[in-house]
């Protein structure tokens, strides 16, 4: 099982930019896929952007896609997105997952990753 605890949410005026980090602990011995999702009240979590455990593959969202950045380090056990030029509809709270694998392909489902972090809020005021 990985930990996972996210931050650098904050509050933020429209056009800022924001770096969000994900850090694992536990069971990082083994590769694992990362995802960000974000999720606003009574809808459903959606995905960001995903990466693969070696940063071949990585997937955005169309509405992320040219804003936001995934990346990892994989010494520090850390996953980074940075989003740029944010926007009021970027509010949201903002969640790391992680799952175990050797593949290399990315992953969109929030199903399909086994552990989650507690969540960072993102409010972006125009």
Known sequence: QVRLVESGGESVQ???SLR??????GDTSSSFAVGWFRQVPGKDRDVVASISWDS???YYA???QGRFTI?????????YLQMDNLRPEDTAVYYCA???TY????????SWYTDWGQGTRVTVSS
């Open 98 to 100: 992680a799952r175990t």
């Open 14 to 16: 429209a056009g800022a």
């Open 62 to 64: 169309d509405s992320m």
């Open 71 to 79: 990346s990892r380090d994989n010494t520090k056990n850390t996953v």
């Open 103 to 110: 593949r290399t392909t990315t992953y969109s489902t929030a």
């Open 56 to 58: 071949s593959n990585i």
């Open 20 to 25: 969000l980090s994900c850090a694992a602990s």
